[in-house]
């Protein structure tokens, strides 16, 4: 179930779930051409960018947790609810995967631009590469599968990220 190519707007459903909608292409970010995946990573980490500086560090690390666990519990019925509508197992335009997997990826990463950026690349590698056992996750069903497998990606990118950092 690998990213499907991106559905022109018109083969869009008349009928659409708003909220669905809104969740699963992040208010419109999986609309954005070419590469919708990265657009909605990079808004998360615009997202995280603008809260780094709103909350102290501590605050960050339990509010990107906070966000992170609902972009998953709320992206999977969401991510569901458009991929039945868009008859298609895992539509290219749901990106709230890539928000909530960015977001794990940010979890303990000091909040300015060149960490921001390195967790960026890693998460885009480990979602577009998919090494055991992320690959496996995306044959869980529905939204499930849809949304898992960049929370692994996310979670193997805050790895590497945690030992670069310990390590250079």
Excluded: C
Excluded at 87 to 95: A, M, S, T
């Amino acid at each position: 179930m690998a990213h499907q190519k991106q559905v022109p707007m018109t083969s869009f459903p008349a009928q659409r779930t708003h909220w669905a909608w809104t969740v699963g292409t992040f208010f419109g970010a999986g609309l954005l051409k070419p590469g919708p995946g990265t657009y909605g990573s990079v808004a998360a980490v615009v997202l995280w960018f603008l809260a780094g500086h709103l909350f102290a560090p501590t605050h960050l690390a339990l509010w990107t947790v906070a966000a992170a666990l609902a972009a998953t519990f709320i992206g999977i019925p969401a991510a569901t609810i458009v991929a039945r509508e868009s008859g298609r197992e895992d539509p290219g335009h749901v990106v709230i995967d890539e928000v909530a997997g960015q977001l794990i990826a940010l979890i303990a990463i000091a909040p300015d631009w060149p960490h921001a950026i390195l967790s960026l690349l890693l998460f885009r590698l480990f979602d577009i590469v998919k090494p055991p056992p992320i690959r496996q996750l995306e044959r869980l069903p529905a939204g499930t599968g849809i949304m898992l497998d960049d929370v692994a990606a996310g979670l193997f990118a805050l790895v590497i990220a945690q030992l670069l950092h310990l390590y250079f």
